[in-house]
């Protein structure tokens, strides 16, 4: 079995900047992907970005330029840079990796961007 844990959600403040991180462990043999999905109160999940083991990464259109994804496919581990981030950036934000074939969600981590 494989868990996805994520770590770095909290309380910001319009216009700072958060780190987001999201470990692998148990049964990781091989990662296809790793990417971040967000849910807004009331609203559906949306795709935030997603980096393949070979280093590809693909955004939100949205996003581009505020958000950057990174990997460390060594430690099994995938990270969400987000600058300036707004009040509408206020979501849970969920993990999500394809390891061996198979689609895997983390919990989730909150984070709270006060205007």
């Known amino acids: 079995q494989v868990q996805l844990v994520e770590s770095g959600g909290g309380l910001e403040q319009a216009g700072g900047s958060r780190r987001l991180s999201c470990a692998a462990s148990?049964?990781?043999?091989?990662?296809?992907?790793m990417a971040w999905f967000r849910q807004a109160p009331g609203k559906q999940r949306e795709f935030v970005a997603l980096i393949t083991s070979g280093g590809s990464g693909n955004y939100a259109d949205s996003l581009k330029g505020r958000f950057t994804i990174s990997g460390d496919f060594a430690r099994n581990t995938v990270y969400l840079q987000m600058n300036s981030l707004k009040p509408e950036d206020t979501a849970d934000y969920y993990c999500?990796?394809?390891?061996?074939?198979?689609?895997?969600w983390g919990k989730g981590t909150l984070v709270t961007v006060s205007s």
């Open positions: 148990g049964r990781v043999f091989s990662i296809d992907y």
């Open positions: 999500n990796a394809r390891i061996a074939g198979q689609e895997y």
